[in-house]
């Protein structure tokens, strides 16, 4: 007798679980038609959802342009000249900082009035000082002339 109560109140739960899921759908369930802006599903009708994304509109017209950083890369100087190995190079930004790449250390700011060497198997000395580099093979860029 009380199994037969539990079932009879499941199954009644169920029956009003689907019937107040009838009134909440939101996509029509198949077959249905579509008719003056409704779907209709038998005796249902739902409103077909109205909230349609348009097409974008003309692009609009480009910005003013920005103005150059002062991080900008002027130059990419290589001291004493190609390696076999993985070459070290130094970048020159507009502000005239010098930024080296040092294999296994990674980038490092080269300080001006101090001497350097590479580590990428030509152990080239080199210094920028006063705005000046030079190295012991000759080169020499004045980083104001970039």
């Keep these: 007798m009380i199994s037969k109560i539990i079932i009879t109140g499941i199954a009644l739960l169920g029956i009003l679980i689907s019937l107040l ?16 802006g409704n779907y209709v599903c038998g005796n249902y009708t739902f409103p077909i959802d109205s909230a349609v994304d348009g097409k974008d509109g003309l692009p609009g017209a480009d910005g003013t342009p920005g103005v150059d950083g002062d991080d900008a ?5 290589d001291p004493c000249g190609e ?11 507009a502000d005239q ?6 294999l296994g250390v990674g980038l490092y700011v080269i300080e001006d ?4 060497r590479t ?10 000082t006063d705005g000046i580099f030079s190295d012991e093979s000759g080169q020499i860029v004045v980083l104001g002339d970039l």
Excluded: R
């Excluded at 899921?21 to 003056?36: A, I, K």
């Excluded at 390696?83 to 930004?93: I, K, P």
């Excluded at 580590?119 to 920028?128: A, L």
């Design 119 to 128: 580590t990428d198997g030509q152990s080239c000395h080199f210094d920028v």
């Design 73 to 77: 890369v002027l130059a990419i100087i």
């Design 97 to 102: 900082s010098v930024i080296a790449w040092y």
């Design 21 to 36: 899921g009838c009134g909440m759908q939101t996509s029509p369930p198949s077959p249905c038609l579509e008719q003056d």
């Design 113 to 116: 009035g101090k001497s350097y």
């Design 83 to 93: 390696s076999n190995y993985a070459d070290e190079v130094l970048l020159v930004l």
